[in-house]
């Protein structure tokens, strides 16, 4: 496993207003993937974000359609898949990276993919951001976003 993502240097955006979305199942995990975006958005001097709460990983293609209708430049999905007993599993990860996939591109905008699927809590923990954690791919999400917004200028 690699733990370490490259340094990208982020361009101040002031002017750039970010929906960082997260799912609320495993919430210790969610909140800090929503940490690392917001760490990111700092970074690049982006102090208009939203934090957007919905019930689960599924639900966040809708939201992040709802956000760039309301005129948001970027979004950042932020969740937690855990693999479980039945198929379940298989057909959230699919739906929903399928799902923001095609939001991206209705749109043209960019949204910065943060949802972990994992085979259990301890890759979770070990790729969110928490401080002993080896990755934080709530940062790095958001950090892709935001790269992807200056193609766009």
């Given amino acids: 496993m690699v733990h370490n993502s490259p340094k990208i240097k982020l361009t101040p955006m002031p002017e750039t207003k970010i929906a ?8 210790e995990v969610c909140d ?10 700092k ?8 934090i957007i709460k919905v019930p689960g990983s599924f639900e966040l293609p809708l939201a992040s359609q709802l ?18 007993e039945t198929p379940h599993f298989d057909y959230v990860c699919s739906g929903v990276t399928q799902g923001i996939m095609e939001v991206q591109l ?11 699927m994992c085979e259990n809590l301890n890759q979770a923990y070990a790729r969110c951001g928490l401080p002993h954690s080896s990755e934080d791919k709530g940062y790095d999400s958001a950090v892709a976003a935001l790269k992807l917004l200056e193609l766009g200028e």
């Fill in 32 to 41: 800090a993937l929503v940490s690392g975006s917001v760490r990111a958005c």
């Fill in 20 to 27: 960082i979305i997260s799912a609320s199942w495993h919430q």
């Fill in 106 to 116: 209705k749109f043209s905008k960019p949204i910065g993919f943060g949802v972990l």
């Fill in 67 to 84: 956000a760039f209708e309301k005129g948001f430049d970027a979004a950042v999905v932020v969740g937690l898949v855990l693999r479980g």
């Fill in 43 to 50: 970074e690049a001097e982006i102090n208009n974000y939203e």
